[in-house]
């Protein structure tokens, strides 16, 4: 009998716990990405914001985070992905007391901001390290672990979001991740490996993290401001460091900062290119790694549902805080019926995998994604019950937990070891994107039909002039729908006298006119996911069959 000597070598107990200690630095700052989106109609009336203030709530996180994710990757590559990952937890912490201090729009802003600093040098360090750590068998459970955490995590944060904003205050939502971040620090020195990759090219490329930096923050800048800018025609003046962008110029800053944008995301690849294939230098986007067809796909795949994922985060709390009038603790339940589908079919989708095949369990989840958030549109309404929500949202929960969990796997399965770091880094990176364009595309598309909605219900209402009428419009647009809460808790002894209900009834409809919309544009972009993976399998069964 001979030993097999070519046989993958089998992760040890140290790995398994620092398995853990990733999964629950990862677990950390995937929650902050949606703990406050339930938070957000308390956080809005605190700390006075706007719409737009809320969305760059949401969205500075993940443009940051996009940002420099592929930077970090190359980083923690070269210097060490546990160095990085202490690293990153550390500043996230510092983001985290920065937030809980914040007592302005602008100051939670910046503190977000750190805490995307933090989180891009967490994300992709877990991955890669998972990546170069595990081998065989084990780095299928390892994977599908990760995928989990990604999908289950980002579906408990607004549970615990609404848990902590109720019984607490809403600075706990940041104040949670302390003692986590602590006990994340130690374990990291304690058990995870300091993996590193053999980077034989030369440099780091400053021009290219400059270059994407301008171009992702350019283009979210757009989508979030146009609505309050405008987005041709000035509405009104843009300042920023002593700079003012007067509402009486020929053109509004917002088409100008997209154009820019768009410009030096254009650039971006350009450089990226040179610096890979003419120069021969360190890149921070490896090119040559969308020449294999899985990895384009998956990531194609991952961009369109982090779209439709994040944008139903940023609107669903909205509507069941201020348009079905429920507390923010009422609101994380329904939320969390998200998270149980997904951590129930995450722990399946492995099993399902080895029956099916990975890219069958992804298209699978994309279409309870689909159908689920499509469902919730038809049924959103100012008086439908939260209980069948929340059944419907644990079918889009369940296909959260199926296309997560299996998506990364097969995204990396051809990425070489060498490149994990720079692939991981890649597609988390899009995911991030995606989440940023998410928050940014759907509450644009709210807003927008806001603007619709509101009028068309308001008008039937008697005894509320028409100044009236385009002032409630545009305060409940700006307030987030906060406008709605307010004018219920005032009934008939408020302002507009016995019209209150009826006018509060009128926006509460409006409000949900205009989210129904929001989702429908978000089982679009899911829908999109759809057919990318789709073409992903087809193109995995056509390689096997090469193959054999």
Same mark, same amino acid.
């Given at each position: 009998?001979?030993?097999?000597?070519?046989?993958?070598?089998?992760?040890? =107990?140290?790995?398994?716990?620092?398995?853990?200690?990733?999964?629950?630095?990862?677990?950390?700052?995937?929650?902050?990405?949606?703990?406050?989106?339930?938070?957000?109609?308390?956080?809005?009336?605190? /700390?006075?914001?706007?719409?737009?203030?809320?969305?760059?709530?949401?969205?500075? +996180?993940?443009?940051?985070?996009?940002?420099?994710?592929?930077?970090?990757?190359?980083?923690?590559?070269? #210097?060490?992905?546990?160095?990085?990952?202490?690293?990153?937890? #550390?500043?996230?912490? #510092?983001?985290?007391?920065?937030?809980?201090?914040?007592?302005?729009?602008?100051?939670?802003?910046?503190?977000?901001?750190?805490? &995307?600093?933090?989180?891009?040098?967490?994300?992709?360090?877990?991955?890669?390290?998972?990546?170069?750590?595990?081998? &065989?068998?084990? =780095?299928?459970?390892?994977?599908?672990?990760?995928?989990?955490?990604?999908?289950?995590?980002?579906?408990?944060?607004?549970?615990?979001?609404?848990?902590?904003?109720? +019984?607490?205050?809403?600075?706990?939502?940041?104040?949670?991740?302390?003692?986590?971040?602590?006990?994340?620090?130690?374990?990291?020195?304690?058990?995870?490996?300091?993996?590193?990759?053999?980077?034989?090219?030369?440099?780091?490329?400053?021009?290219?993290?400059?270059?994407?930096?301008?171009?992702?923050?350019?283009?979210?800048?757009?989508?979030?401001?146009?609505?309050? #800018?405008?987005?041709?025609?000035?509405?009104?003046?843009?300042?920023?460091?002593?700079?003012?962008?007067?509402?009486?110029?020929?053109?509004?800053?917002?088409?100008?900062?997209?154009?820019?944008?768009?410009?030096?995301?254009?650039?971006?690849?350009?450089?990226?290119?040179? %610096?890979?294939?003419?120069? *021969?230098?360190?890149?921070? /986007?490896?090119?040559?790694?969308?020449?294999?067809?899985?990895?384009?796909?998956?990531?194609?795949?991952?961009?369109?549902?982090?779209? &439709?994922?994040?944008?139903?985060?940023?609107?669903?709390?909205?509507?069941?805080?201020?348009?079905?009038?429920?507390?923010?603790?009422?609101?994380?339940?329904?939320?969390?019926?998200?998270?149980?589908?997904?951590?129930?079919?995450?722990?399946?989708? =492995?099993?399902?995998?080895?029956?099916?095949?990975?890219? %069958?369990?992804?298209?699978?989840?994309?279409?309870?994604?689909?159908?689920?958030?499509?469902?919730?549109?038809?049924?959103?309404?100012?008086?439908?019950?939260?209980?069948?929500?929340?059944?419907?949202?644990?079918?889009?929960?369940?296909?959260?937990?199926?296309?997560?969990?299996?998506?990364?796997?097969?995204?990396?399965?051809?990425?070489?070891? !060498?490149?994990?770091?720079?692939?991981?880094?890649?597609?988390?990176?899009?995911?991030?994107? &995606?989440?940023? /364009?998410?928050?940014?595309?759907?509450?644009?598309?709210?807003?927008?039909?806001?603007?619709?909605?509101?009028?068309?219900?308001? !008008?039937?209402?008697?005894?509320?002039?028409?100044?009236?009428?385009?002032?409630?419009?545009?305060?409940?647009?700006?307030?987030?729908?906060?406008?709605?809460?307010?004018?219920?808790?005032?009934?008939?002894?408020?302002? /507009?006298?016995?019209?209150?209900? !009826?006018?509060?009834?009128?926006?509460?409809?409006?409000?949900?006119?205009?989210? =129904?919309?929001?989702?429908?544009?978000?089982?679009?972009?899911?829908?999109?996911?759809?057919?990318?993976?789709?073409?992903? *399998?087809? %193109?995995?069964?056509?390689?096997?069959?090469?193959?054999?």
């Amino acid at each position: 009998m001979t030993s097999d000597t070519n046989a993958e070598p089998r992760a040890t =107990r140290r790995d398994w716990i620092g398995l853990g200690v990733l999964a629950a630095g990862l677990s950390m700052i995937v929650v902050d990405g949606t703990i406050v989106g339930v938070a957000l109609p308390v956080i809005i009336d605190d /700390l006075d914001m706007d719409l737009t203030d809320a969305q760059w709530v949401n969205s500075i +996180y993940s443009v940051v985070f996009a940002a420099l994710l592929l930077t970090a990757g190359r980083l923690g590559d070269r #210097l060490g992905r546990r160095t990085m990952f202490i690293f990153g937890v #550390l500043v996230f912490l #510092l983001g985290s007391v920065l937030a809980a201090l914040a007592g302005s729009a602008t100051a939670l802003i910046a503190a977000r901001l750190v805490q &995307g600093i933090g989180g891009a040098f967490v994300l992709p360090t877990t991955l890669s390290s998972v990546n170069a750590t595990f081998r &065989g068998k084990d =780095r299928v459970v390892a994977f599908a672990v990760w995928g989990a955490v990604i999908s289950g995590m980002a579906a408990v944060g607004p549970l615990l979001g609404g848990w902590l904003t109720t +019984y607490f205050t809403w600075p706990w939502i940041f104040v949670v991740n302390i003692p986590i971040g602590v006990a994340v620090l130690i374990g990291a020195l304690l058990a995870v490996r300091n993996t590193k990759a053999t980077i034989t090219v030369p440099g780091l490329d400053v021009d290219g993290l400059l270059l994407s930096a301008i171009g992702f923050g350019g283009v979210i800048f757009a989508l979030i401001e146009g609505q309050s #800018l405008g987005w041709w025609t000035p509405i009104a003046e843009f300042t920023i460091f002593g700079f003012t962008w007067p509402a009486d110029a020929p053109v509004s800053v917002v088409p100008v900062a997209g154009a820019i944008g768009v410009v030096a995301l254009v650039l971006f690849v350009v450089w990226e290119r040179h %610096r890979a294939v003419g120069s *021969h230098r360190s890149a921070i /986007l490896d090119l040559t790694l969308f020449k294999v067809p899985t990895f384009t796909l998956g990531n194609i795949t991952a961009l369109a549902v982090a779209i &439709g994922e994040f944008g139903l985060l940023l609107v669903l709390p909205l509507f069941l805080v201020n348009a079905l009038g429920l507390t923010t603790m009422g609101a994380g339940l329904v939320l969390a019926a998200m998270a149980l589908g997904a951590f129930g079919s995450g722990a399946a989708a =492995r099993h399902l995998a080895a029956a099916l095949g990975a890219t %069958r369990v992804v298209i699978l989840g994309l279409a309870l994604e689909v159908v689920g958030v499509a469902v919730v549109a038809v049924f959103v309404s100012s008086t439908v019950s939260p209980w069948l929500l929340a059944v419907l949202l644990a079918v889009y929960g369940a296909g959260l937990g199926l296309a997560s969990a299996q998506l990364t796997g097969t995204v990396l399965a051809d990425i070489p070891t !060498e490149k994990s770091g720079e692939g991981s880094a890649t597609q988390s990176t899009v995911r991030q994107l &995606g989440s940023a /364009l998410g928050s940014a595309i759907l509450g644009a598309v709210l807003s927008v039909s806001l603007a619709h909605t509101l009028t068309n219900q308001l !008008e039937p209402v008697q005894g509320v002039p028409p100044q009236a009428q385009e002032q409630l419009v545009t305060a409940t647009r700006d307030s987030a729908g906060g406008t709605i809460s307010g004018l219920r808790e005032q009934g008939d002894t408020g302002t /507009l006298g016995p019209a209150g209900p !009826e006018v509060t009834t009128a926006l509460s409809e409006g409000f949900g006119d205009a989210t =129904r919309i929001s989702l429908f544009a978000a089982a679009g972009f899911l829908a999109l996911g759809l057919v990318s993976a789709t073409a992903l *399998h087809l %193109r995995a069964r056509r390689d096997e069959d090469v193959v054999v």
